[in-house]
């Protein structure tokens, strides 16, 4: 049974309580009448104790899809302290805002939550956020690996990560205990609640779909005078996925062709050319210049020795024009990887390159592979956490929105609405404070 839950609040007015839901694992919130011995409390005043162990949390919900601003709503409700056996209930670390997160509300991701009315809202509601760090506040019976005061991340999609609190029933499978026997030692918040997306997506883009390594190895081995190990080429290179592949890549050997479009300036442009190639980046090339019909001339003459060392793999999170000199870079038998469509153009399959060169497309989705390889996910995740504790992997620029427990709807709204514009200086992230 939970006990001096932290932080906490009474409140007068609607309540809500929870109660499972058999699909996520979470616990949904019920509309109710507060207990009768409530003592009266203004419903402005705040208590971080009380008599009877309340949390009060708050959660962004929506009811409708929509555009964030339009659809998101901050709603209050209050959990009991009593648990059941097997759940645990959690408090919000860091979460950020993912491009899919946008999409998910706004209807066009390809998987939709279920609107539950068991959330204690007005309409049917669901809450948005996949990705985050939570820290176990209490457990239930019989939960034995985990226990207070542990992080933790989800281990199944649309866990509903934007919210202060919140009680997850069969904790042991619905979350993954983070850093094993290491413990999180030497990790931030801000770096687990990122680890399980963009760099996973990135890792397995790398490692999956062409083996890089072995062609590097090979060429080496066959004495082909190779300069370095095998190419790769990526756009939306200063993506969090994009800068997690240029670090992956630079650890595993590899060299990459990075692409990013133009900042306002010249210097700015530079600014981050500079910045990806700290990272770990072989070349970085605008967007003008990879369009332009000197690319792949460029491409033979100042990277691959005249095709002599090929480019076999291609990640494309962009579509549209730059999806298009994807494949007019790629070697024969090249493989193409496209796992977002930030331009919101698609790109012809032209047929020539598929016969003649027998490139082959493929989608990556980190959902449905987490779905089939659970344990192979949370190895990715392991790994790339010891990388981030030893120093060799470093989160992408964050654009932290501290969420408070008196933090305005309009501020959390803005930070998720502003997440599909482009030319950011950081990927929102909320950092949860006193709540
Ligand atoms: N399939 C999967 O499993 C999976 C997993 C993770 C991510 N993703 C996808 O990967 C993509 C990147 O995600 P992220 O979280 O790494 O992104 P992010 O850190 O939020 O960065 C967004 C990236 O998109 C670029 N961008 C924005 N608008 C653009 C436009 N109109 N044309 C071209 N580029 C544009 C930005 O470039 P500027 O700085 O130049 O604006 C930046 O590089 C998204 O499409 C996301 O949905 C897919």
Redesign the pocket.
Known sequence: MASALKPHALRLGRSTLLTPTARTGLLSLRTTKPPLTTPATPSTRRHKSGPYGYTQAKTLVFSSFGEPADVLHLHTSSISPQLRDGAALLRALAAPV???DV?TIQGTYGSRPAFSSLLGTAEPAAVPGNEGCFEVVAVGGGVTGLGRGDWVIPAVGGFGTFRTHVVVEEAERVLFRVGGERGVEGLTAKQVATVS??PC?GYRMLKDYVDLVDLSVKSFARGEGATGGAWFLQN???????RSVIQLGKLWGLRSINV??ERATPEETEALKSELKELGATVVVTESEFLDRSFTARLKEEWTRGDKEPLMLGLN??GGK?ASAMVKALSPKGCMVT??????QSFPFPTGPQIFKRLRFEG????EWAKENPAEKRNTVNEILDLMRDGKFKE?PFKEVEWNWDTEEKVLKDAIQG??????GG?GLFVFGET
């Open positions: 993912n491009p899919a999409n997306v963009n997506s939306g290179a200063n993506s969090g996925v994009g990013v479009r999170c962009v730059s796992y977002g469509g930030m331009s919101r990556f989705w980190l959902s992408a997440t599909l514009e482009g030319f950011r990927k």
